[in-house]
Structures are given as C-alpha cells and as structure tokens.
C-alpha cells in the first residue's frame, strides 16, 4: 500500500511502500466487472457485441481469481486497504480460501449462465442490459466474499439487490412484476435490520472493519452483543432464506428466464449463508454460542420443512426453490456446530450448492423449452424423447440430495462427523449434535423422493397427468442451435459437479484449511495488519 505516513505511526505489516502485484488480483475481478457493466451499456444495442463482452470480462475475471487463490493457499490470507486510509479505517478487501473459492465459482457459474441464457433471447433483447446487469451482479457477489468489512458488504449488498432488481422484471410479465414485488419487499426488509445492526455495532465497538471487530468486540458488553448477532442472524437469514423468512424465495425465482433463476440460485442465497458464517462464526463467536439453541432450531426447521414443500409443489422451478432452501439448513446445521468438520462441512456445501442449484435450474429451463409447460403435471415422455436431459436432472437430483459419490455427499459427510462428535464431546446443549444428524439424514430422504419424484412425473411418465396418460402422446419442441448450445454448455458444468464429487481431495483440503481460519482468524487478522495491535 503506497503511503508518505510515517513508519512509526503504522502497523508494522503496513510498512510496505508498495503493494506487491500478486495482491492487486484482489481487487482486479470487483474492477473488471463494474467496468464491464459500464462498458456495455454502451454497446447493448450492438449485435453479438454484449455477449462476447461479458464472456471476455468473465473469463478475465475467472484467471484474477484463479490467481487469488493460488497466492492464498501458498501464502496465506490476502488484504488490501485503498488509499492512504489504513485499517480499521479504510476500505478493505480481505480474502481467505472460502472467499476466495466461492468468487471463483460464482464467476464460473456466471459464464455457463451467460452462454446459456441464448436459449431465450432473441436479437431484439440487446436493449433490455442484461449482460450489464449479470456483470453488475457478479460485482456486488464477488464484493460481498471479498470484503473485509461490514459496512461494505451492505454495499455490496445494495449493489446485488439492484442488480437482482432489473434482471428479475426483465420481460415486464404480470407474474415477473409479482414476483417482483415479493422478492423486493423482503430484502428490502432485510437489508434495514442490517443497517440497523451495523449502526448500534458502531456504536458499540467504534468499528465495522471485520478483523478490528474479532479483537474489541470480546470486551464489549455480551448482551447488547447478542442483540446484534440476533439482529444480524435475521438480516442474513432472509437473505439466505432460512426458515420461516424464506417465502419470498418459492415465490419469485420461477417467474423470470430460467437463465435468471439459475443465476439467483446460484448466487444470492449463498451470499446471505456465507455472511452467517463470517459474522457468527468467525467475526461474533461468542454471541453465536448464546444464539446457538435458536439457531440450531432454525437449521433443523429449515432441513425438515423445505423438502416437503418440494414434495406438495407441481410447479417444476417453485419446487426446485424449496430445494434450494433446504440445502440453506444444511449450511445453517454446520453453523450450530461451528467444529472445524462443522465449519468446513457448511462452506463445502455453500461451493456445492453454488454449482449444483444452477445446473438444476438450467435443467429444468431446457425441460421447459422442450414441453412448453412449467407445470410438472403437464409434462411427461421425456426420458424416450431427450434421455441426456434426463440423465442430467436425475445426477443433479441425486447430487443434491447427497447421494455417494456425487458432490452433495462430502458436505453432508462432514457436518454427519460434526454432529456425532459433538453428541459425545460437547453437552451444551447436548441435543444439538443428535438433533442435526436425524435431521440431516431426514433431509437427505425427503430431498430425494421430493427430487426422483419429479424425475418421475416429468421424463417416466408417457404423458401429461390424467387417465390416459399412459397411452398419450406428448407434442415435444426439438431443440434447435441455441438449445443445442444450452444443452452443452449445462452438460459441461454437470460433467465438473460429478469430476469434483469423483475426486474430492482437493475441496476437502481447502475446506479444512479455510475452516481453520473460520474457527481461529489469526491469519485473517494478520493479514491486514492488525495483529498484535491494542484494542
């Protein structure tokens, strides 16, 4: 960081004059993408010139983050500050192995998006900024994993709710705008308990850098603390959409593209259970140990009652979400029992569900194509008609579901070892540990039933749901090349999703030493320059 202040007035891991080029890739993938959108709202109305610019922008993207976490893993946790403002003051970026993961493969998920959502547009969409948009996107989700401070991941949290915000009533069809309307309201909502949260932390503690926080924030008084946890618990939560303050999700990610929808699930949920994990494990752990029986409550709530509502919905996408919601309890179960098999357990799944609910939600947009219904009651004859999407649904079902060997299991494995443990080794509250395991394996039945059930009604059935259907003969719509070119492209991103379940060596060892780091922030802290400082 490039400074005139004295040595003497700055921490001593401040002293460089100036930033190595290797921590400059911290910053590069958040500039690429508001640049980008910058850049393409200028030429949205040139054909072909928005995709293969956003396709440049993400791939560059990609190779900074690619680069991000190589230096992360061989040297540590990763800080900058901007400007002359040195931490806790400044605008810092710090990343760890799961801020770092998760950009990687939400930019990874961005890029299949991008060539898949040709499916749907025609070459008059070029006016409606949805590349803008998606790179808008990509930017409030990359800040959000790399920030190093709470105010600013509001920020980056604006920034993802205004962009979710166009790309949501793209289209301008009465169901999109109800969805809308939905969807707005309550993260507008959420986004008010964490602002309110973030102005009485100030004022308790003077600071909302994250690291600054970890060091003052154990002689803070524990019960005004909790009320921010709690405060911040619930923003998040919403977020995330845990249960009970999880309807708007079921409510509006069926309603835009699916394009769109696959873009939402793979990201924005899984930014409000990443902010769960860093604010209540990492940064408040204290508060967390007293919000641990409501929290555990929440995650056993969340694991049992999402799956059913996948079972009751007929709507394909609608139950999907439910899906997506129950995969948010299995994070929420890792939190409760925040052991380091715990921990790693909930950010192994956050990468998974990443990839595996944006795939799902691509599958189910070709089905669509394919049927023209979204109804699941309506469709049938699939399997003998398109056996590859088939097959490709059915590896998704089975992956989310947790199901050996695909990728779904090693999370769930880890948070299984997580509440065994603590059944025999922590007994406060002693229920916890059984509690997860039941539930989590409860999860796993009910996501597949509600899951094969789908598989069934939607590629084994012969024909639409009625007394005939076994004799009747379904009118399909062939795929033609941008379906051809969706097909592949959610066929590639299937094919990493089973690689990485095949071979999971790599996920499991950055999972434990990004659990590390989660569970004693020391490095974290060190990285920007505040270890060994006075409170």
């Keep these: 960081m490039a400074t005139s202040t004295p040595a003497s007035d700055l921490p001593q891991a401040m002293l460089e004059t100036v930033t190595p080029a290797a921590d400059w890739v911290i910053v590069l993938p958040i500039a690429l993408a508001l640049m980008g959108a910058a850049g393409l709202m200028m030429f949205r109305r040139s054909n072909g010139t928005p995709l293969m610019g956003a396709v440049l922008v993400v791939l560059g993207i990609i190779a900074c983050e690619i680069a991000l976490l190589i ?10 500050t901007m400007g002359r403002w040195l931490p806790p003051f400044g605008i810092s970026l710090t990343a760890d192995i799961f801020g770092a993961g998760f950009a990687l493969a939400a930019a990874l998920v961005t890029l299949m998006v991008l060539l898949y959502a040709e499916l749907d547009r025609a070459g008059a969409d070029g006016r409606d900024a949805f590349h803008p948009m998606v790179l808008l996107l990509l930017a409030g989700v990359t800040g959000a994993f790399l920030t190093g401070d709470l105010f600013n991941l509001y920020v980056w949290f604006e920034v993802m709710l205004i962009a979710s915000f166009g790309l949501i009533v793209q289209g301008n069809r009465p169901l999109q705008l109800d969805g809308a309307i ?13 602002l309110l949260a973030l102005g009485l932390l100030y004022g308790l503690l003077g ?9 003052v924030a154990p002689a803070a008084n524990p019960a005004a603390m909790a009320g921010v946890a709690a405060l911040l618990m619930l923003a998040f939560g919403m977020k995330a959409a845990a249960f009970p303050v999880n309807a708007w999700l079921p409510a509006s990610y069926h309603t835009p593209p699916a394009a769109i929808s696959a873009l939402f699930a793979g990201l924005l949920t899984k930014v409000g259970a990443y902010a769960l994990l860093r604010a209540l494990v990492a940064v408040l752990p204290a508060s967390r140990e007293l919000l641990e029986p409501a929290l555990a409550v929440i995650a056993i709530a969340t694991l049992l009652v999402a799956p059913l509502g996948a079972i009751a919905e007929t709507n394909l996408r609608r139950a999907i979400g439910f899906i997506v919601i129950g ?5 929420l179960a890792g939190l409760s029992m925040p052991s380091l098999n715990g921990i790693a357990g909930s ?3 956050i990468f998974h569900a990443i990839l595996t609910m944006t795939a799902l939600y691509m599958v189910a947009g070709l089905v669509e194509k394919t049927t023209g219904q979204t109804d699941s009651r309506r469709m049938g004859g699939l399997y003998a008609a398109n056996a590859p999407v088939s097959i490709l649904f059915l590896v998704l079902v089975l992956a989310s579901a947790g199901v050996p060997p695909f ?6 494995l880890l948070l299984l070892e997580a509440g065994l443990a603590q059944g025999v080794t922590n007994a406060t509250p002693g229920w916890v540990g059984a509690a997860m395991v ?3 394996m409860v999860n796993a039945v009910l996501t597949l039933i509600a899951g094969t ?3 069934a009604h939607v590629f084994w059935r012969s024909g639409p749901e009625g007394s005939g259907s076994e004799h009747g003969k379904v009118d399909l719509i062939p795929f033609d090349g941008r379906g051809r070119l969706a097909l592949g492209v959610t066929s590639v991103l299937v094919a990493g999703i089973v690689v990485a379940g095949l071979w999971p060596g790599p996920l499991l060892d950055g999972a434990s030493t990004g659990a590390a780091d989660i569970a004693d922030p020391s490095r974290y802290i060190q990285a920007t320059g505040l270890a060994g400082e006075a409170p």
């Design 327 to 331: 995969g948010i309890g299995a994070v």
């Design 71 to 80: 230096e992360i893993l061989a040297n540590g946790p990763v800080s900058m």
């Design 438 to 440: 039941i539930a989590l």
């Design 182 to 194: 939905k969807y707005g309201f309550l993260n507008f909502l959420a986004t008010t308990f964490f």
């Design 347 to 349: 950010g192994l799944y």
């Design 453 to 455: 059930r789908l598989w």
């Design 407 to 412: 990728l779904g299991f090693w999370p769930k």
């Design 207 to 215: 600071t909302l850098n994250m690291s600054d926080i970890m060091r």
